[in-house]
C-alpha cells in the first residue's frame, strides 16, 4: 500500500499534509456550512482555502443524525469551485461531506427557498479572490511552472488542499475517519487519481473523467505539455501526470468517463484504467456530457461508495474483456439481478470525440456477458444494468490499427 512519503524526488509533502490544518469557520450553523483552512505556502504567505460542508444533520434540522458518518472529499473541475449543491447531495445521502475551491476562490454564499429552506442552485456560481489565495486555475499555474519551486505549482496546492481537508473531515467527532471516500470531476478527476495513489487512508475513490497519458493521446491538455522544454516536459509527466502514481494505488476506484469525452479521451482512459494493481471498476456512457452536474449525477458514484463505506451491495463486477473471433465475452458477478448487457462499438475512424457508437442487446446467463463484433468494429465494450438501474462497463478493446 501506499505510504504517508512519495518518492524523494517527488513534489508531494504527505507527511505534513496528514496533519489536521487551522480552520476557521465562517458559518457554522447553516444547513451547508463555510470555513477556512490553512494549506501550504505561496508567493512567501501561508494559504487559506475555502471549503463548504454539510452533514445529514446540518441538512435535515435534526443534530442526532451526525453520529460516526461516513466521510466524501469532493474535488471540482476547470471553471468550477466549491459546490454547495454537491456537499448537499452527498448530505442527504447520508455522509459528511467537504468541497473546497482549489482555485483561491470564496464562491457566493448559498441561497435558500422561502419559506422551505430548500437549497437553491445556479449553473454559474459567484465567486471572489480570497486575501490569501493559492494559485488561480490555468497553464501557468498546471503547466508553465513546472520545474523549480514547487509552491507555485497549481498541482502541489491542489493535492495540499485535497489531504488537508481530508485530515480536516477526519478530525470532526461527528465522522469516523476511517470511512472516507474521494470523487472529483473533470480536472477533480486528475486530482482523485492522484489523490487515491497518495492518500491510503481513503476507502473509496471515483474520479469521473479525469485520467492520465495527457501527453501522448487526443487530449485536449497535450498542447500544453508538449509545449514545454524537453526536460520540464519529462518532469511534468514524472510529477503531474497520474500514469506516474497509479501504479501504486490500492484503495478501491471507480472511473466514470464517456466514449467521446475531448478532454480525457478514451484511449488514455484504458490506458489509465490498466494500470491500477488494485480494485477497479468502470463505467463508460455512450455520449456521456461534459461538466459538474452530469458528472456528479450517476447513481452508480453513490453505490459504489457506499459499498466500501457501509457495506451494501456493490455493483456488478466484470472480468475482463475478451474477443476470440469476434465474439466479447467477459464474465460478471452481481449482488442482485441484471436487468440487461449490451455491446457498444463504433465502426468510425479519426478523432475519438468524433465517432459515433452505436448499441445493441448482448447475451447474460447471469456469470457471463458476450456478444458478436462487428467485423467493422474498431472499438467496443460491454456493460450491464442491473435491477436498481446501475450500470458499469468492461475495459475497451480496439481493432488492429484503429485509428
Not at 67 to 73: H, M, S
Request: hydrophobic share 40%; aromatic share 10%.
Amino acid at each position: 500500500m501506499a505510504t504517508c512519503s512519495a518518492t524523494e524526488t517527488s513534489p508531494w509533502d504527505l507527511n505534513a499534509w496528514h496533519q489536521v490544518p487551522p480552520v476557521q469557520w465562517l458559518d457554522d450553523s447553516s444547513p451547508v456550512r463555510s470555513l477556512l483552512f490553512e494549506s501550504v505556502p505561496y508567493e512567501g504567505h501561508k494559504t487559506q482555502v475555502f471549503a463548504f460542508y454539510a452533514t445529514p444533520g446540518s441538512v435535515s434540522g435534526d443534530p442526532s443524525k451526525d453520529v460516526n458518518l461516513p466521510a466524501v472529499v469532493l474535488l471540482h473541475g476547470g471553471g468550477g469551485t466549491a459546490f454547495a449543491e454537491w456537499v448537499n447531495l452527498w448530505a442527504r445521502r447520508g455522509y459528511a461531506a467537504i468541497a473546497m475551491d482549489l482555485c483561491g476562490n470564496r464562491p457566493e454564499a448559498p441561497h435558500y427557498a422561502a419559506p422551505t429552506g430548500e437549497l437553491l442552485t445556479t449553473a454559474m456560481v459567484p465567486r471572489q479572490r480570497l486575501e490569501f489565495g493559492g494559485p488561480a486555475e490555468g497553464p501557468v499555474g498546471k503547466f508553465q511552472n513546472v520545474g523549480g519551486d514547487v509552491t507555485d505549482d497549481w498541482q502541489y496546492h491542489a493535492v495540499a488542499a485535497g489531504m488537508l481537508a481530508h485530515s480536516l473531515i477526519r478530525s470532526f467527532p461527528e465522522v469516523d475517519g476511517e470511512r472516507t471516500a474521494v470523487t472529483g470531476i473533470s480536472w477533480g478527476g486528475y486530482l482523485t487519481c492522484l489523490m487515491a495513489s497518495l492518500d491510503d487512508r481513503f476507502k473509496a475513490a471515483v474520479p469521473v473523467y479525469g485520467c492520465g497519458f495527457l501527453s501522448d493521446g487526443e487530449s485536449v491538455q497535450r498542447n500544453q505539455i508538449d509545449a514545454l522544454p524537453p526536460e520540464r516536459r519529462a518532469q511534468w509527466i514524472r510529477d503531474y501526470d497520474p500514469s506516474a502514481w497509479l501504479p501504486r494505488c490500492h484503495t478501491p476506484i471507480f472511473f466514470v468517463n464517456g466514449t467521446n469525452d475531448k478532454h480525457y479521451p478514451l484511449r488514455s482512459y484504458q490506458r489509465t484504467y490498466s494500470l491500477v494493481p488494485g480494485p477497479r471498476q468502470l463505467r463508460i456512457e455512450v455520449g456521456m456530457k461534459h461538466g459538474h452536474p452530469p458528472g456528479w449525477a450517476p447513481k452508480e458514484i453513490g453505490l459504489f461508495v457506499n459499498h466500501y463505506l457501509r457495506g451494501t451491495p456493490s455493483l456488478p463486477k466484470f472480468g475482463p474483456l475478451v474477443t476470440r473471433d469476434r465474439i466479447a465475452t467477459a464474465s460478471i458477478q452481481s449482488p442482485v439481478p441484471i436487468r440487461r448487457a449490451q455491446l457498444h462499438f463504433t465502426i468510425d475512424g479519426g478523432t475519438l470525440v468524433d465517432r459515433t457508437w452505436t448499441s445493441v442487446p448482448a447475451a447474460c446467463d447471469g456469470s457471463e456477458v458476450s456478444a458478436a463484433v462487428p467485423e467493422a468494429a474498431q472499438i467496443w465494450m460491454l456493460s450491464v444494468t442491473d435491477s436498481r438501474d446501475a450500470m458499469v462497463s468492461t475495459g475497451v478493446s480496439f481493432a488492429p490499427r484503429a485509428d
